[in-house]
């Protein structure tokens, strides 16, 4: 049995961490080495954190190493972003302008569309989840309009209003009348 010697600064600091943690896995480290402080046995913990006594080993190797710091989980750092740069600046302008400004026959943008886009113009391909991705990371919503009312010829303007009210009273006047006996 291995028995570790905290001292009263660390066990306060450790019950904590054990409290207030929302990372479970982390909270099941730092639970192991409090349970081998109050004498539990290496297989006793593994079977009551349901991890094997290898786990619990590691996590019991780390805190003699490292101490706290050795028991917190360190990701890795993954692929770096394909869009980067000032293509990071371009694709943003892309979703400020709309399709049309790039040429394209459509209304808005979707994230396949913008991935199909950058592959076209800079050969750089992107999934449609790596896109959504840029898109929550850079504040833009591609499947938004960004027509603005303001900014409209005042003559448009003038004349969609004209256009709507004709629509309304078309379809009012088509709700009143009569059903046709049949």
């Excluded at 840029?134 to 303007?157: E, K, M, S, V, W």
Aim: glycine letters at 6%.
């Amino acid at each position: 049995m291995v028995r570790l010697d905290l001292s009263s600064r660390e066990i306060t600091q450790l019950e904590e961490i054990f409290q207030t943690t929302t990372d479970r896995r982390f909270r099941n480290r730092v639970q192991a080495i409090l349970m081998t402080h109050r004498g539990r046995t290496q297989p006793q913990i593994a079977a009551d954190l349901l991890v094997d006594e290898r786990t619990v080993r590691r996590w019991l190797t780390a805190w003699r190493d490292k101490r706290l710091e050795g028991l917190r989980i360190h990701w890795a750092p993954g692929a770096p972003a394909r869009i980067r740069g000032p293509l990071v600046a371009e694709v943003i302008e892309w979703v400020r302008l709309g399709p049309q400004a790039c040429g394209l026959n459509r209304a808005n943008w979707t994230r396949a569309e913008l991935a199909q886009h950058l592959w076209r113009t800079h050969g750089v391909r992107v999934a449609e989840r790596s896109m959504r991705r840029f898109c929550r990371r850079h504040g833009i919503r591609p499947y938004r309009p960004t027509y603005r009312f303001l900014r409209a010829d005042t003559a448009q303007q003038a004349q969609a209003r004209r256009d709507l009210r004709r629509l309304k009273k078309r379809g009012v006047q088509r709700r009143m009348r009569p059903a046709q006996p049949g």
